[in-house]
């Protein structure tokens, strides 16, 4: 029997989709190709010299997104949250990009996405067999199929790929190269917000200084700092200067930027505490169940409140009555610890890195409630859903 060709279609080659598409391209059966916008960037990323993508990787040019990789005719393409012009394959497979809180993700919000894959394999809407949707678990189930409008017949329970690799911890010494500063005799601290409050603390002060006194609290502690952020052309040019400057004039700390180093599993992996202001590379992080502190991310969930979303044409900001319209989890349902302040959070950073398993049992209470426990048996949940969608469609063009 000819091997199951999966196309994979990343807007971002990281997390849970490269921790699958590593993992699947492994196995017997199975082809895997990857359309990336640069695979020489990838490669030159330290992650893929310790646990290397056995997959064909493919520099991504715009007729891709019409005729896909010519010569190359795969039963199932995989995505995060972009679907090619045209389909690329039979069947399609949903990989969201992140569990996290931000909402409220409803059919307006998904009305882009919900076209794309209706062009693409037929509507989400109705029970399809040429569409899956994967679930981090029964409460993203529900969600995706009551506020999305996926329909329930479309979602599979599969949890979070990355999990399978996180709860197993990493020889740091294998890494230590990969990093400016010492990962094996110190402890790190990784800050990782997400892009859609603006500057991360602007509720609490002023970024220019709460950073300042948050990145010396850190080393004064004897800690490293890693401070990864989203995409750098989602940040105002001036704010992203200030950003640099931070790693730019200071020892043991390292900037990042998402689109300049995609991967975050090597900082997950070595990350002894994160602090993020409800980013869901924190769902990621709850597998290793070392402590997550959780910034409240707004003075007042109650106040007006300047939404930003990435678009197509770039970022918008709209304005909305409330931050609790753009939560589909409340901030207070997490896994770790929860700062209101920026005094608390120094309070909170001196507790995680003085007890280590301080958020063990909040952790595994968020992983049981939300996303299967991180069992280490998702990416079987997955490559049993391909081959759900691939048996399917075998013979259909």
């Not at 394959?89 to 990989?95: I, K, N, R, Y």
């Not at 990009?97 to 109705?126: M, T, V, Y």
Request: charged share 25%; hydrophobic share 40%.
């Amino acid at each position: 029997m000819p091997p199951t060709r999966v196309l994979v279609w990343p807007t971002t080659f990281g997390a849970d989709l490269w921790s699958f598409t590593r993992r699947l391209a492994e196995r017997p059966g199975f082809d895997v190709s990857v359309v990336l916008g640069d695979p020489d960037g990838f490669l030159r990323e330290p992650v893929n010299h310790l646990l290397p993508v056995r997959a064909t990787l493919v520099r991504r040019r715009p007729w891709h997104h019409v005729l896909g990789r010519i010569g190359y005719a795969p039963e199932v393409t995989i995505f995060d949250n972009r679907v090619p012009l045209r389909a690329s394959s039979p069947a399609g497979l949903a990989l969201w990009h992140g569990f996290g809180w931000k909402g409220p993700n409803d059919e307006h919000e998904l009305g882009w996405l919900h076209s794309s894959i209706a062009r693409a394999w037929g509507s989400a809407k109705q029970p399809n067999a040429r569409f899956r949707w994967q679930a981090f678990g029964p409460w993203d189930k529900q969600h995706r199929s009551e506020v999305s409008r996926i329909h329930a017949d479309n979602i599979r329970e599969l949890g979070a790929a990355s999990h399978d690799d996180l709860r197993e911890p990493l020889d740091r010494r294998k890494v230590r190269d990969a990093y400016p500063f010492d990962v094996t005799a110190r402890p790190t601290v990784l800050v990782a917000p997400t892009w859609h409050y603006s500057e991360v603390f602007a509720h609490w002060g002023s970024d220019r200084e709460l950073f300042v006194q948050l990145i010396g609290h850190v080393l004064a502690r004897g800690a490293n700092v890693i401070l990864r952020f989203h995409d750098s052309y989602r940040f105002d040019p001036g704010y992203v200067r200030f950003l640099r400057s931070l790693g730019e004039q200071r020892e043991r700390v390292l900037v990042k930027f998402k689109d300049e180093a995609p991967d975050n599993y090597l900082d997950l992996q070595i990350a002894d505490v994160l602090v993020t202001n409800y980013s869901s590379i924190a769902n990621l992080f709850y597998a290793t169940l070392r402590p997550t502190i959780h910034a409240y991310p707004v003075r007042n969930a109650d106040e007006a409140f300047l939404w930003r979303q990435h678009t197509v044409f770039g970022p918008r900001i709209r304005k909305v009555e409330s931050a609790r319209f753009i939560w589909k989890l409340p901030p207070e349902d997490h896994g770790g610890l929860l700062a209101r302040s920026f005094e608390q959070l120094l309070l909170e950073l001196d507790r995680a890195l003085d007890e280590p398993s301080c958020c063990q049992a909040a952790a595994r209470a968020f992983l049981d409630r939300h996303m299967l426990g991180a069992d280490g048996r998702n990416t079987e949940r997955i490559v049993a859903a391909v081959e759900e969608l691939a048996d399917g469609m075998r013979g259909t063009p």
